[in-house]
């Protein structure tokens, strides 16, 4: 059974830094998309960031480019997002997310993914 578990979320001032991971626990695939969505208070569910091919590519949402970064390890079978110069409207709960499927531009489609961790609260002040 396939398991996502998130960690490293808090609370930081605007502009700082946080460092999120996903364990993956009997996720094999290492080819196909995993990806990190967020839902902030009293908004729909976002994709954020995804990564595909290997660990070669990735996407990013508009609002995270250039700030965040997605990274995975093969070897521990652990998905990292990496957020820099957080902002007030990035507060929300992050979630891992993982597929069975090759990403082919849907890779912020929900329903594309299969197994969903439980979230990790980021709070950012201004």
């Known amino acids: 059974q396939v398991q996502l578990m998130e960690s490293g979320g808090g609370s930081v001032q605007a502009g700082g830094s946080l460092n999120l991971s996903c364990e993956a626990t009997?996720?094999?695939?290492?080819?196909?998309?995993m990806g990190w969505f967020r839902q902030g208070p009293g908004k729909e569910r976002e994709g954020v960031a995804a990564i595909f091919n290997f660990g070669r590519s990735a996407a990013y949402a508009d609002s995270v480019k250039g700030r965040f970064t997605i990274s995975r390890d093969s070897t521990k079978n652990t998905l990292h997002l990496s957020m820099n110069a957080l902002k007030p409207e990035d507060t929300a709960i992050y979630y891992c997310?993982?597929?069975?499927?090759?990403?082919?531009?849907?890779?912020?489609?929900?329903?594309?993914?299969?197994?969903w961790g439980h979230g990790t609260q980021v709070s950012v002040s201004s």
């Open positions: 009997d996720y094999t695939y290492s080819d196909r998309c």
């Open positions: 997310a993982a597929s069975r499927i090759y990403c082919n531009g849907g890779y912020f489609k929900s329903t594309i993914y299969n197994y």
